[in-house]
């Protein structure tokens, strides 16, 4: 609003700020933007590792997958853990060159950034030539380097990088009803060294590729994940 002086001025003085009204001003926090993986993050001395064990069919060794990660914006709220680098050892020599290739590539596609989860799907598509073979648990594998890709969807997931789909409490009671009612009508001992977590006359699951298939009151149902089908 504008004033005008009519009178004649005699004096001044300097109006201070007022000191509560200061004290009551909340502070302005600079934003700062949380970082992202990328390429020119240097390589700290500390990193959080995890190492897995696989002893594929194919290989006379077993071979251990060590996937490294760092902590990124640790104690905010933006904190996440991201895989930086992977390894793996076996004293087989036989697949060594590719194997020390595989782990270059994945670790510089890790240090990239980005979203770097569409490797699982890569590698676990890859298919050898000679034919697949079944792991522990009935799980087919249709090569090692699929079985490489389905560890790191394994970490992804323990990360939080992929969600995990875990069955529920209920759903694993029907399915464990389920393979006891049928293990009680089909008694079939077997001494077979390779016989599976799951009954021996299980077909294969085509969405977990798993033989865990085992068709009752027209139904085939999965006993590792839960897949059915009626009719």
């Given at each position: 609003?504008?004033?005008?002086?009519?009178?004649?001025?005699?004096?001044?003085?300097?109006k201070?700020?007022?000191?509560?009204?200061?004290?009551?001003?909340a502070?302005?926090?600079?934003?700062?933007?949380?970082?992202?993986?990328n390429?020119?993050?240097?390589?700290?001395?500390f990193?959080?590792?995890?190492?897995?064990?696989?002893?594929?069919?194919?290989?006379?060794?077993?071979?251990?997958?060590?996937?490294?990660?760092?902590?990124?914006?640790?104690?905010?709220?933006h904190?996440?853990?991201?895989?930086?680098?992977?390894f793996?050892?076996?004293?087989?020599?036989?697949?060594?060159?590719?194997?020390?290739?595989?782990?270059?590539?994945?670790?510089?596609?890790?240090?990239?950034?980005?979203?770097v989860?569409?490797?699982?799907?890569?590698?676990?598509?890859?298919?050898?030539?000679?034919?697949?073979?079944?792991?522990?648990?009935?799980?087919?594998?249709?090569?090692?380097?699929?079985?490489?890709?389905?560890?790191i969807?394994?970490?992804?997931?323990?990360?939080?990088?992929?969600?995990?789909?875990?069955?529920?409490?209920?759903?694993?009671?029907?399915?464990?009803?389920?393979?006891?009612?049928?293990?009680?009508?089909?008694?079939?001992?077997?001494?077979?060294?390779?016989?599976?977590?799951?009954?021996?006359?299980?077909?294969m699951?085509?969405?977990?590729?798993?033989?865990?298939?085992?068709?009752?009151?027209g139904?085939?149902?999965?006993?590792?994940?839960?897949?059915?089908k009626?009719?």
């Amino acid at each position: 609003m504008t004033v005008k002086i009519s009178n004649k001025i005699v004096g001044y003085r300097v109006k201070k700020a007022d000191p509560e009204a200061t004290e009551h001003q909340a502070p302005v926090k600079a934003e700062t933007k949380p970082v992202q993986m990328n390429e020119y993050i240097e390589r700290p001395d500390f990193l959080l590792g995890t190492t897995y064990k696989i002893k594929p069919p194919i290989a006379e060794h077993a071979m251990y997958i060590t996937i490294n990660d760092i902590l990124l914006n640790e104690g905010t709220d933006h904190e996440s853990r991201q895989p930086y680098e992977v390894f793996i050892n076996s004293k087989s020599m036989e697949h060594f060159q590719w194997v020390i290739a595989l782990t270059r590539v994945i670790s510089a596609v890790f240090r990239k950034g980005g979203d770097v989860t569409f490797l699982v799907e890569e590698l676990r598509s890859v298919y050898d030539p000679n034919g697949g073979y079944f792991k522990k648990g009935g799980v087919f594998m249709p090569s090692l380097v699929a079985e490489i890709g389905a560890v790191i969807e394994k970490h992804l997931k323990a990360i939080g990088l992929l969600e995990s789909e875990e069955m529920s409490e209920t759903t694993k009671r029907i399915l464990a009803e389920k393979r006891a009612e049928f293990e009680a009508s089909h008694t079939t001992a077997t001494n077979d060294e390779k016989a599976t977590d799951f009954p021996p006359n299980a077909t294969m699951c085509g969405k977990c590729s798993t033989k865990a298939v085992i068709v009752m009151d027209g139904c085939a149902t999965c006993l590792s994940c839960g897949d059915s089908k009626c009719g």
